[in-house]
Structure formats: C-alpha cells, structure tokens
C-alpha cells in the first residue's frame, strides 16, 4: 500500500506534516484498567487545568484552528476532533471506555493536543491519499450522521473518503476483530522533523506494549510526499 500527500495542501502550509503508523498482529479488546485508571485521572487533571486555561488558548489546539482555518474550513462550526474532545473535558463530559484502541487514541490526541484516527487495514482497499475536500467529499461518520468534508482534510482509498482530522467514517472503524491498522498523526506544522518522530516512536510502543503486536512509523511531509507499507 502507498500512501501520499497532495503537494497542494503545501501551497497553503510549507510545514504541514502527517504522522504514520502501521500496526500488525495487534489483539484490540477492552482496555486494562492501567489505561482506563490512568485516562480517567489524565482527564480529571485535564479538566482543573481548563478552568483556568481555555480550550482554545492551548498551543496545540490553537495551532490546528489556525492550520484549519488556513484551509478554508471555519473552525468554530467544524471543529477538529482534539479539540471537540477536550471541550468535552472542560465540561465533566468525561470520555468512557470504548476498546484499547480507540482508547489509547483519545489519549494520545488529547496528550499530544492533534486530532488522530485509526483504522481497520483489512477495509481499506487500495493505496491512500490524504488531500483537501471538495463539496462532493464526505461520508457516513461514526457520529450516525452524513460529514461533508468541504475545505477539510481528509484521507481517500479507492473505495472513497474514509477519514478526517474531523470525524472518521463508519467504513473503516477498529474494532476487537482488527488484527492490522494504521494510525494517521495530523501533527502540529511548528514541531519539527525529529520531535515528530520522537512523538511517533512514543506512541507507537505505548499502543503495543497495550494491544501486542508490531509497529512501523512513517513521516510525510514536504521533502517525502510519498510512503509504501507492507499490508
């Protein structure tokens, strides 16, 4: 499978970055209560740092507005998934647990402050593209509605548009029968080449060291447009 960018999105933003990982033989069931425990109290604490520090004054929330606004979408009636969780947060709307995968994701998109998605390898079909959507892009999302992608980013397969920095679709969620899955990093633009990797690294071995398995980290940006993974 290839995975790519298209070199347009770097006409709005030069810095844009994409964090890859592939994960194999990984076994997805519900989450130990290390995860659980240590997600609730990360949330806990998370809230008393809103009450005094807003959601949107964080640097890596504000960040990725900008980034969304940057192209074209208005981030105040879409807003990317880290920040649609940590309002949530700042509300005592704690996130329940959901499976060890989508847990840890949660976790890793409200520690890092990015909105991130994982999905199933066996219901993708075909090589990836991640570019910008158009009024025709959108699909059935695993928040039981229709999504237009207009003016957001979004990941493509053959089949059709799969995933967002907004909302991921239903077509290719995770589930305890996923054995095989990449996780897609919209990372911050100001982070550079090595702490992106760091960032990758760390989390890739926090979600095996969970789930079992392998993993393969992969960075895409403006010198490397184009990745090719096993799978």
């Given at each position: ?23 194999t033989k990984i076994v997805v069931s519900e989450s130990p209560q290390m ?121 493509k397969d053959q089949v059709g548009a799969f995933g967002s920095p907004f909302v991921d679709s239903k077509r ?60």
């Amino acid at each position: 499978m290839n995975i790519s960018l298209d070199k347009a999105l770097f006409q709005t933003n030069d810095q844009f970055k994409i964090g890859i990982i592939h994960y194999t033989k990984i076994v997805v069931s519900e989450s130990p209560q290390m995860i659980k425990g240590r997600t609730q109290l990360y949330q806990e604490n998370l809230y008393l740092e809103l009450q005094e520090n807003p959601v949107t004054q964080r640097e890596g929330i504000a960040e990725w507005r900008a980034v969304w606004k940057s192209f074209g979408a208005d981030p105040n009636r879409y807003r990317h998934s880290a920040e649609s969780l940590m309002r949530r947060i700042s509300k005592q709307n704690y996130l329940t647990p959901f499976h060890s995968a989508v847990d840890l994701n949660n976790f890793f998109s409200l520690l890092y402050e990015i909105p991130i998605g994982i999905y199933d390898m066996e219901k993708l079909v075909g090589d990836i593209e991640i570019s910008l959507g158009h009024e025709e892009t959108g699909y059935e999302g695993l928040n039981g509605r229709y999504n237009s992608l207009n003016k957001i980013l979004y990941s493509k397969d053959q089949v059709g548009a799969f995933g967002s920095p907004f909302v991921d679709s239903k077509r290719t969620a995770v589930t305890e029968e996923t054995t095989e899955a990449i996780q897609i990093f919209y990372l911050r633009p100001s982070i550079d080449e090595s702490e992106c990797q760091q960032l990758l690294a760390t989390a890739g071995k926090m979600f095996t060291q969970v789930n079992g398995g392998d993993f393969k980290s992969y960075l895409l940006d403006n010198n490397n447009l184009h990745i090719s993974i096993e799978g």
